[in-house]
Structure formats: structure tokens, C-alpha cells
């Protein structure tokens, strides 16, 4: 069996790098979708393509539109999704993709520090596992992949 894993989250690590390479590194049956990761380009993806606004309102809620078509359509084409919290910014963007991807039946694994059980708590009671880190992320994957 191949999987579908979409890897949501914060951009500012290397996490996507680190599962990317321990996929291939393992041969782990499992294909990686991912959201625009640059973020210059993600908010000015509408701008870009369909013109410029007056207020940074209007560019943001057209990029976000854009953005929210292209995580939405991943999550369901994917069957399990991955969304990771920093510790650095408040990720909406992630807390709705997990959502998103609960309500449309996808297994989830979430990953973020201890410290953010808490606040997190609603979104973990819904994951189907919840790591502290990449390791584990990486080490459930390979679980996943075991052949029996």
C-alpha cells in the first residue's frame, strides 16, 4: 500500500526535510504533498497572478483564498496529514488544516513542544497520534509502513 501524506504547519524548520529524507532513506511506501512553503510568494500568490490591490486587506484575502484551495485540495487527497506547531508564531493556518482534515475523515498526526498541550488540547484529542517531535513523526510513518 503507497500513502498520501500532506505536511502541514509552520514554515520555519527543516521538519519537511527531515521526513522527506527518512522516507526515501527508509524506502517508505508514502508520497509528500506540501503547501507553497515560501512565504513571500504564498502571500503574494494572488497578487501576482490576478492584480494588485489598493488595501493589504483585499491582497491578503485573496492570497488566503488561493492558499486555502490548494491546502484543502491536498488534505483530500491525501490519507494521513501531518501538521506541525512552532513555538515561534500562532499557526491559525495549522489549527485549520487539522480541522479540515478531521472533519474530512483523514488520519492525523500533530506534532509541537509540550508546552503547547494546553492550548492545543481540543486539536490533540482529535489526532489520531500526537508527537513531540520529528522523531516520532518519522518512527510512526515507518510503523505505518510495515509489511505484515
Known amino acids: 500500500m503507497r500513502y498520501?501524506?500532506?505536511l502541514s504547519g509552520e514554515i520555519h524548520t527543516d521538519w519537511r526535510d527531515k521526513i522527506k529524507k527518512a522516507i526515501n532513506q527508509?524506502?517508505?511506501?508514502?508520497?509528500?504533498?506540501?503547501p507553497n512553503t515560501d512565504h513571500d510568494s504564498s502571500d503574494g500568490c494572488a497578487t501576482?497572478?490576478?492584480g494588485p490591490e489598493e488595501k493589504n486587506f483585499w491582497t491578503d484575502h485573496k492570497s488566503a483564498k488561493m492558499n486555502t484551495m490548494r491546502?484543502?485540495?491536498a488534505i483530500k487527497r491525501a490519507d494521513i496529514v501531518i501538521v506541525r506547531f512552532?513555538?515561534?508564531?500562532?499557526?491559525?493556518n495549522a489549527a485549520f488544516d487539522a480541522g479540515f482534515a478531521i472533519a474530512n475523515g483523514k488520519s492525523l498526526i500533530v506534532e509541537?513542544?509540550?508546552?503547547?498541550?494546553?492550548p492545543l488540547k481540543e486539536i490533540d484529542a482529535?489526532?489520531?497520534?500526537v508527537a513531540?517531535?520529528?522523531e516520532q513523526v518519522i518512527e510512526t510513518l515507518k510503523y505505518l509502513c510495515l509489511d505484515y
Not at 512552532?86 to 491559525?92: A, I, L, P, S, V
Open 4 to 6: 498520501t501524506v500532506y
Open 26 to 34: 527508509n524506502g517508505l511506501p508514502i508520497d509528500v504533498l506540501t
Open 48 to 50: 501576482e497572478i490576478l
Open 71 to 73: 491546502h484543502m485540495t
Open 86 to 92: 512552532g513555538d515561534k508564531y500562532r499557526q491559525w
Open 112 to 118: 509541537h513542544a509540550p508546552e503547547l498541550t494546553h
Open 126 to 129: 482529535c489526532a489520531h497520534a
Open 132 to 134: 513531540e517531535n520529528t
